[in-house]
């Protein structure tokens, strides 16, 4: 059986020594293992795949004997890699970002449950019901926006899932609606590679500047419009034949592979939030 | 012998037959044409490579027909293909882009020549004089803005140059500077991806932000700082490895590659300016 | 209205006076065109998007006039821009590019009408039925290659198709059955960056030989296997850590962009097969 | 004062700990530290930045006291971070990628020291010498194969370098010559991403197989031509636009980015040889 373990604590020396000595005192091989510590602000981040003895009695004594040999700042977790965090989708109208995870989930290639999706038009209900996949509208129209992110928040929580993603969910999120839940669970996939045309309508802004690239950025949702964590970019060439809407044609693809690149690095336990920004193993 | 029509004007319909039997008529065969019409605002740009009869009765009863059967607005040149243009290049401290160029130009791989190089620091100059071309140091230091800019402007009027290329010129152009040269003539390379980090350090920038590409942009200048016409734009992925000082030398192989490919577009007469983008064929 | 030229014949001078001079003499605007003379064999390619009068004895007078002034050997044909494509695709029983074509299809995004789907296995049945699409699946087991071939051509052929793309179909055509169709009615994606590994299991051969960039290409199907003109290839970056498994892995989503950018040329008529290349605009 | 640990051992249980645990013993503390272990052949691979202690005593008591812990069949060595690697340059007539070493030594962005060039033909020594390094002109003409590797051995082994770097130097290495180096210390640029176009002209076979990308591939020499352990590639795209000329000259930017990206990370001691494959950290 396999686990991931999970380090993050303040730099110090020996932590590697310590962490990999307690693992084999504990009869855990290390399979595969990363780690990274930021020069500026001294924090040590470590991801260890590890193979062995993980009856309760034994992982809760491991766990016990690492952190005490860790600063105290220390935080520790295990995470059983076979297991598929349970995802909430959140769309609008546009498909390509769900298809593309309503498909993968299928075919057995996305490394999480879909339990649920929500949208505030209805309009996507009729191709996630194909999946057998229940669907929510929860429309915006006639409510304040208030009112409306009370009842999505209602409909998601019944549901007990890990992470949320905005598959090009078009609503800004309140800042009552993102604290709401743990940062690292809300997941945003943004139609433009960060900073550069923040907000709305990125493909106008970038046919107006006349940019040679257009992108795509996936990041973690915080208070900040668009300024949260950035998890995963990546970019397309365009030319000057292309219009507003041929990029944003153009810009699907990269949308979708990049959300779907982050959200596997992200079920796979491999990034950490790091103040304003990730470690990604 | 081959010569290259640019053609530039209002569009309307027919224009590329006009064009064509013109050519057909005075024995100028196309080897290659491109052209492109804006949807916006109506504008029409062809760049074709004629062959055949340029001797100089021939050429200038050509472009008399030609004109006359185009729009009244139309700009219509012809580019001797052969011909290199003369080139003044600016620096600072920073060897790549310059490296790259001299290189280039050393072992015939870039359509230009170049006819001198001036920097504010007299580093560069070695190298520079290692190949023969001369190195003009206009300090900018116990002078003002304005007179160090003038002393670099006359240095470089003196050589009668075609372009003039900010291969890391670390100084910002006054509005005077720009508005001595046509729109088309100074050409600068940027390290970002415009418009993410417009201004100073964008390596410090990406780095705060987080980002996960970095890359540069080769554009012409105009007044606003980083807001001239794009030409070519490229980035490299980067991982929370990499700090601010890591970015920058992996950004330095950008620039120097996105500026690269910027000028030879414009030394081959591929790049017409479109308000502020370019169409580039 | 508007409808796409496509002329290609031996090159000559006067050509797009020719062909620009009829569009104008016919009231048909060029609208975008793209031209393309071969240096070795001397080939002309013309894909001009004209609007205008259609009706039926203006486009027929045209043709006949255009014609005439090609050189004899020319093909000229007038394709409607909006009329979608009818296709097949066969698969076997990977998901990735099929689902694509499915989810891009239901939203609207792929220029073409899936009007079947068949398989060597039934596996993917139940997948394409969620779509309202028929799927026939004609087994290989138990019978010769040859009626494999027959069964599956007369399944394909009731279907008036003008495309068939062979989405992961993990079986080689005979001879005879690609001699059936067309060249450049057979499309196909390989899993590899041809012409590195060809044949059977490039993932495989990928990892044997320790590359750090795996790739996919998208080719129409001759008897030579895997020697097709090719239309789009792409690639991305492996390390040591990808095993023969995760190189597939990561190269299915090559593999199905790949697939739909190859597609959309083709459907939208900007590929000219040209011996055994192909002429992309 | 830092220095990179390198370990090469058959993969066991607990040796993360065993070399992390001796580190902390004697003071030295990771600063970076990246490892794999292959899954066919069970062999393990580490790279240790470490900090601390390196007067010459601890340090060869720290060497004894890893190399006592790990298995027998263990290479451990201890590299300088900060000394300078020599290498020897071979060309023949191209300047781009001895130009690129040429600019990144003289700027002190190149890893090494270029103590020597030497080429087939006398044409790139003028270069050479603007930088102040020594070229050497070993001619074939007239002489055998034999004996003009004969004589460039005898040059290059009088200057004790670390590094051979074969910088489009267009003779194939008798097995001889490939035999008098140990493994990895010769380094060629190949000008395909292999094993596409493997031996002569591959732009010439890219052109006449179609190919919509080109590439270039950095790799260790070995007595098969084209197919010693590749350490990095890369690619761009072309179009059927490009002539084989055409694509030789794109394909020189690739070329010497792919050879200055893999001797960096040779030069900094991230690349392992294993079997016909690289680990590069």
Chains 1, 2, 3, 4 share one sequence.
């Not at 498909?103 to 290639?109: D, M």
């Not at 550069?196 to 949702?221: C, L, M, N, S």
């Not at 596997?264 to 950490?272: I, L, P």
């Amino acid at each position: 059986m396999q686990k991931i373990l999970l380090t993050e604590c303040t730099d110090a020396t020996g932590l590697i020594a310590k962490v990999a000595t307690t693992c084999f005192e504990f009869g855990l091989n290390i399979i595969r293992q990363d780690q990274f510590a930021t020069n500026d602000d001294n924090r040590f981040f470590m991801r260890s795949v590890l193979e062995g003895d993980f009856s309760e009695n034994n992982e809760s004594k491991f766990l016990q004997c690492v952190t005490a040999k860790l600063p105290d700042d220390a935080k520790v977790q295990l995470k059983d890699k076979a297991k598929l965090p349970r995802i909430a989708v959140l769309v609008t109208k546009e498909a390509h970002c769900l298809g593309d995870l309503l498909i993968k989930s299928y075919s057995g290639a996305l490394h999480a449950e879909i339990v649920m999706v929500a949208g505030n038009y209805p309009d996507l209900g009729e191709l996630v019901e194909k999946f057998g996949i229940p669907f929510h509208c929860v429309s915006h129209e006639g409510i304040s926006r208030e009112e409306q992110e009370e009842r999505m928040m209602k409909v998601i929580d019944d549901y007990n899932v890990d992470y949320i993603v905005l598959a090009k969910y078009m609503r800004i999120l309140s800042p009552k609606m993102v604290a709401h839940y743990p940062l690292g669970k809300l997941i945003n996939i943004h139609h433009s590679f960060l900073p550069a045309f923040i907000g709305a309508k990125p493909y106008q802004q970038a046919y107006d500047r006349g940019v040679k690239i257009i992108g795509a950025t996936a990041h973690f949702v915080t208070d900040n419009l668009d300024e949260g964590p950035i998890i995963e970019q990546d970019v397309i060439k365009v030319t000057h034949r292309y219009d507003a809407s041929e990029m944003a044609k153009a810009g699907r693809d990269v949308e979708r592979i990049v959300l779907l690149r982050a959200l596997n690095k992200v079920f796979d336990n491999k990034v950490f939030i790091h103040g304003n920004k990730t470690v990604v193993f």
